[in-house]
């Protein structure tokens, strides 16, 4: 590719005339889409930053200047423009480079991130390291109008309003979210000239005003308040002029000229600024401006028609669709089921409950925290609130789970997707703290359906239970059971036995119990007989059943898609120990201490030991040892 090519670095880009910058952005998208028709990835957010990111790597001098991508999902014209056009190919593969920013990655990647709304609050604080160091260079935070309906996006800027740090954070507005944004944002109607020397003369101006005697200071003020109502009527930035920001916008996020101009106008600035710009989610692909909430986050596809594959019929139905499926039927029998979703309605499965229960289905935005103690309100005064959020954004609303839900037993269901290994989003993504960071919670009950007919089952469980309870199941396709959406409820804290022998005991959770019946054939291929239990609860565990068959065996295998610190194994040796039971020996398979890093699900559960031989060879160790 001519241009790409040739970049190495922002520095190579700022040798392309200005007027080339328009080829330099064809050629970017152009490699996107061909990548990403392959590898999958989040397409539509990456093609409407283009002219952005070539703009911001322009203008300032990076890495010196400190460039910090919120979410980092709309970062693949950044990784192709600080020398990964080479590698780009290799984006989100096992040991490739990552779908997000990632320090690790480059030097240009300033923080990793993946979770939303962090790029403010980060970038404050690297603009006060950098003050405290004398260090004059820029810092630029890019954070989305999605992102911008965080908590924690507000929590930062009004402490940079505080502290009053040389920073810039740029707002890139396309109006959407994953879905349709949610919130009061409102929508832009006019920009500020963003003229240095138009923004002199204001001062200039200003200093004249209060010069005049005697009745200076009321001119000013006077003028300060038309001014200030002119902004407010005209360029709705008095959000932002609130917190202290100087409000640029808003602009076009797809005029080149237009940005390079703005950029270096308020570059160096003396205290925080905000630029508003526009853009179209999906720029520069049809079927991707047609669909942005489809093209999102996108698996392969044809390029010429915007298509996937069709998903083999005989694919099994995800998780999310039984429980997207479960939530309707549950929602007909009991009008106090409401459904909570943190900004993902899509990928919570809950779009068709949507359609059918308008009024009883809430997209909070991206707001966790808020959506938690939301639903707290909601159990309080009757209702019975299912909050359906991935398993890593709920680690934002701990806090509330424990203080606003757990506390008072408020009855809350926590539907817990894509817990476990999520594959190619990698280690910001994972679901793999769930079961530590709620076992250790009174009044919580953890469980973790072994297929999606006993997701039905165990959603049953939740609907029934007068108090928080949480059940967490995987991403993707389900184990290809017969789903029965009237299927009775499992019994709170029962186990159940799915397989007997003597030789060795295989308690699993969730998926992984498929793991360990698969274990145990290949076991009775080598003479050893193994029970194998379905716990079905991480808490309360099943002891009685648990003490009695661990007693007998004396060697337990246990296996968990999660962290083994805190996690199911450990909720099992707790029971073994504090029970005395002598001469028990157990080998936990689970997640060491560290974190997975990003690859196809079943290329990560075998690299991080996570399957039927991680069992195998654990059982065997223990029954030679016998
Ligand atoms: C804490 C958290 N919750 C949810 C998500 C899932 N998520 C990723 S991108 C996104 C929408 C972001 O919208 P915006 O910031 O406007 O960026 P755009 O995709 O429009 O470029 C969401 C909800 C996340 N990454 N982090
Ligand atoms: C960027 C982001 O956080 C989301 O788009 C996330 O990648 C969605 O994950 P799923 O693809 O599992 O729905
Ligand atoms: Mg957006």
């Not at 609130?242 to 101009?261: K, R, T, V």
Request: glycine share 10%.
């Amino acid at each position: 590719m001519k241009y790409l090519d040739q970049i190495n670095s922002p520095d190579d880009l700022k040798q392309i005339p200005r007027d080339e910058l328009e080829a330099v952005a064809r050629e970017i998208r152009s490699r996107i889409i061909e990548v990403v028709s392959k590898n999958g990835g989040h397409l539509a957010p990456s093609l409407g930053v283009v002219e952005l990111t070539i703009a911001l790597h322009y203008v300032f001098d990076l890495p010196r200047d400190t460039l910090i991508w919120d979410v980092g999902h709309q970062s693949y014209a950044h990784k192709l423009l600080t020398g990964r056009h080479r590698t780009f190919d290799t984006l989100r593969k096992y040991k490739g480079i990552s779908g997000f920013v990632k320090t690790k990655e480059s030097p240009y990647d300033a923080l990793t991130v993946g979770h939303a709304s962090t790029s403010i609050s980060a970038g404050l604080g690297m603009c006060y390291a950098k003050m405290l160091k004398q260090d004059k260079s820029n810092v630029v935070s890019i954070i989305g109008d999605g992102s911008m309906t965080a908590g924690l996006a507000y929590e930062g800027l009004n402490h940079s309003g505080d502290l009053q740090q040389k920073y810039i954070v740029i707002l890139n507005d396309n109006d959407m979210s994953i879905s349709a944004n949610v919130g009061a944002l409102s929508s832009y109607l006019s920009r500020t000239l963003s003229h240095k020397a138009l923004q002199n003369m204001r001062n200039q101006f200003g200093q004249f005003l209060k010069s005049v005697p005697k009745i200076g200071d009321d001119m000013y003020e006077w003028a300060k308040r038309w001014e200030e109502s002119f902004k407010t009527f005209v360029t709705p930035g008095m959000l932002f002029e609130a917190f202290n920001f100087d409000y640029f916008g808003p602009i076009d996020g797809h005029n080149l000229d237009h940005l390079i101009d703005i950029l270096t106008n308020i570059k160096d600035p003396d205290s925080p600024v905000l630029l508003h710009v526009t853009t179209k989610k999906g720029k520069g692909y049809k079927p991707a401006e047609k669909n942005p909430v489809y093209f999102h986050g996108v698996g392969a596809f044809a390029v010429d028609t915007g298509k996937c594959p069709a998903s083999k019929s005989s694919a099994p139905p995800s998780y999310t669709s039984v429980f997207g499926n479960c939530m309707i039927a549950l929602a007909k029998q009991n009008k106090c089921i409401v459904a909570v979703t943190a900004a993902m309605p899509e990928g919570t499965g809950l779009g068709c409950f949507a359609e059918q229960f308008p009024d009883r289905f809430i997209d909070v935005g991206i707001a966790e925290q808020h959506a938690v103690t939301f639903a707290a309100g909601l159990a309080a005064k009757g209702a019975k609130p299912v909050v359906a959020i991935y398993s890593t954004f709920l680690q934002r609303g701990y806090d509330q789970i424990l203080h606003d839900v757990c506390i008072d037993g408020l009855p809350v269901i926590f539907a817990i997707d894509r817990g476990g290994i999520v594959g190619e989003d990698g280690p910001t993504h994972h679901g793999l703290f769930d079961f530590s960071y709620l076992r250790s919670i009174p009044n919580m009950t953890v469980m973790a359906p072994m297929d999606e007919n006993e997701l039905v089952r165990m959603m049953q469980t939740a609907v029934a239970h007068q108090g928080p309870i949480a059940l967490r199941y995987p991403r993707g396709a389900g184990q290809g059971v017969d789903v029965d959406y009237n299927a009775e409820a499992v019994d709170i804290g029962k186990a159940k036995v799915l397989r007997t022998g003597d030789d060795l005991l295989i308690i699993g959770i969730g998926r992984c119990v498929n793991d360990a019946m698969e274990a145990a054939e290949q076991l009775s291929a080598q003479g050893i007989e193994s029970t194998v239990v379905n716990a079905r609860f991480v808490k309360p565990l099943d002891a009685d059943l648990i003490l009695d068959l661990a007693g007998k065996i004396k060697t337990v295998v246990t296996i968990e898609e999660h962290v083994l610190a805190g996690g199911f194994g450990s909720a099992i040796l707790e029971l073994i120990c504090d029970n005395g039971l002598s001469g028990c020996r157990v080998k936990r398979v689970g997640v060491n201490d560290v974190f997975v890093e990003h690859g196809s699900q079943s290329e990560l559960r075998k690299d991080y030991g996570i399957d039927a031989q991680a069992v195998v060879a654990a059982g065997l160790t223990l029954c030679r040892e016998k």
